[in-house]
């Protein structure tokens, strides 16, 4: 639980400082400005690059402060009660994107946020199907990606990115029978070698989501671009933008180091 959220909670949210605010700010239009450059770099339309804060381990009225001051909108998180807790806090018209290790207990929590736009960590129809069926008829959609697994690291969660047939029969049994979900495109982490090595060559992390792409596009028989990449981090954002994403998930270039102690 995060002791500052549930503090929070049930109390009006106090607000950050006027130094937080000015400082979280400043990372998010550095980060903002770094990535409209490599666009230009790498040839790549801006509009075609979001940049997701991620919001792990930091209090709501970080979040709160980018909402107000940036109009900011989409926030990840990768845990289930912390979503849920901050979602209860924070303004409704926040569209969430949930990036973490969802485990089949906690679907039934992560489906009562009605704002909950876009699970990027999808693992295959039967959770979402369960998580669809929880959902009211009236809500919005929530988009769904699924995570790959394109390092192979036994720790990573995700679909194995060789299993392409697999993934196709996951998406269309999403496609059939989860009304309230739209299957919107791949996740990936990557390894940490990969995302570190800054030497140029291509990130063959990267490389494999937009393979899989291609012959998942052409199994459904759909365009490209009509699935989306989520990949590239506050390490490898630059190189993901060469590389074709469509998101980069910035938790530390905007908020700062993480204090995993403050998780219990
Ligand atoms: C924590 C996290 C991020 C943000 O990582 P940073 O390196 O702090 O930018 C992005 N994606 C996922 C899935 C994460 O868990």
Redesign the pocket.
Known sequence: MIKRVMEAAGKPLVKATAQRTQELVGNYDAIGAQVAEACKKYQRPQSQVRV?P?S?FKPANDILALYETKGLRNF?E?YVQELVEKSQILPEDIQWHF??NLQSNKVKHLATVKNLFVI??ASGYSKMKKLNDLREESWPITNVYF?INTSDEAQKGGLSYDEVDKIVEEIKNINKSCAKLAFKGF?T?GSVGQSTKHDGSENTDFEKLVNLRKQVAEKLNIEENELDL?MG???D?EEAIRQGTNQV???????G??DYSKKN
């Open positions: 997701l991620v792990k990840g990768n990036i973490g990027e960590s995570q996740m982490i989520s981090m506050s390490n954002y998930r910035i938790g530390t270039n905007i908020f180091a993480r």
